[in-house]
């Protein structure tokens, strides 16, 4: 054989190799649901004994496109929603509804803390005593759902005020 032949031969290789070698990787594995690329840890939700309470901790996305979550269900609340505090015209902080979700950014994490971020369990159906844990199912825009248990912990909040997304009325809130 020439040396021509064999360069050919190995730059055919070469070739061939990467073309399988991108036709197996990320975008394929991409394709799946947004919880399995999704971990959540270090979770904890805020004591209370009726109302609504927070939990916080640290998304992780290990997937190659964004995962947003949108909602969640849990059986000690009547609705888990999505919850930001912005600043408010008074100085102070307000928590509302985060429009569109939350998003997980590829390859990146996302802490939920009290005075920023975090998922609201909203009208309680039992009080949450510290030292118990509370379950509750994260779900995605894409219709996947990530199951959590989060310990209960005595937690005084952050003291921002609540602006429900129905009525718009403020008041006094403890745990965001």
Not at 26 to 43: K, R, Y
Not at 98 to 114: D, F, Q
Not at 164 to 174: E, I, Q, R
Request: aromatic share 4%; with cysteine.
């Amino acid at each position: 054989m020439s040396d021509n032949t064999i360069r050919a031969m190995l730059a055919g290789l070469v070739m061939g190799s990467v073309l399988v070698s991108s036709s197996c990787s990320s975008p394929q594995q991409d394709a799946g649901p947004m919880a399995d690329q999704v971990t959540f840890e270090n979770q904890w939700a805020g004591s209370a004994d009726a109302g609504m309470t927070a939990v916080f901790g640290t998304f992780t996305n290990t997937g190659g496109r964004d995962a947003r979550i949108v909602a969640g269900t849990s059986p000690a609340a009547g609705s888990v929603e999505v919850h930001e505090v912005v600043p408010d015209a008074a100085g102070g902080k307000t928590m509302q509804s985060k429009e569109g979700g939350l998003v997980v950014p590829a390859g990146e994490t996302r802490e939920l803390i009290p005075g920023g971020d975090h998922l609201m369990l909203m009208d309680l159906t039992e009080p949450l005593r510290p030292g118990a844990n509370v379950t509750l199912t994260v779900e995605f825009e894409d219709g996947s759902t990530l199951p959590v248990t989060a310990q209960v912990r005595d937690f005084a909040g952050a003291n921002e005020n609540y602006t429900p997304s129905t009525d718009g009325a403020g008041g006094p809130h403890n745990h965001g």
